[in-house]
Nanobody
Framework: QVQLVESGGGLVQAGGSLRLSCAAS????????MGWFRQAPGKEREIVAA????????YYVDSVKGRFTISRDNGKNTGYLQMSSLKAEDTAVYHC?????????????????WGQGTQVTVSS
């Protein structure tokens, strides 16, 4: 089992930045791909970004390209999502997730372990 705990969410003005962290325990993350998802009220969950086990391959949904950066530190068993130039439409609960394997995954169904989420609110 892998337990994931997100932190770093909060209230920020449009144009601001936040850095989300996803701390893992139970097993090493080095053999898992990681992803960040978000769900806004009344909307479906969507992938935000994903990263493979080594950090060498990343994926971003078009709406965050150039603004968000996903990264990981396997030595610290932690993943990160740096968010910049935030917009009101980025407001959502952000979840990190882990998927077994050495690929990169954009589908939520591929992820086995999920964190509880952290709220990000961007005021316009």
């Amino acid at each position: 089992q892998v337990q994931l705990v997100e932190s770093g969410g909060g209230l920020v003005q449009a144009g601001g930045s936040l850095r989300l962290s996803c701390a893992a325990s139970g097993r090493t993350l080095s053999t898992y791909a990681m992803g960040w998802f978000r769900q806004a009220p009344g909307k479906e969950r969507e992938i935000v970004a994903a990263i493979n086990w080594s950090g060498g391959i990343t994926y971003y949904v078009d709406s965050v390209k150039g603004r968000f950066t996903i990264s990981r530190d396997n030595g610290k068993n932690t993943g990160y999502l740096q968010m910049s130039s935030l917009k009101a439409e980025d407001t959502a609960v952000y979840h990190c997730a882990a998927a077994r394997g050495f690929g990169i995954f954009s589908q939520g169904a591929m992820y086995e372990f999920w964190g509880q989420g952290t709220q990000v609110t961007v005021s316009s």
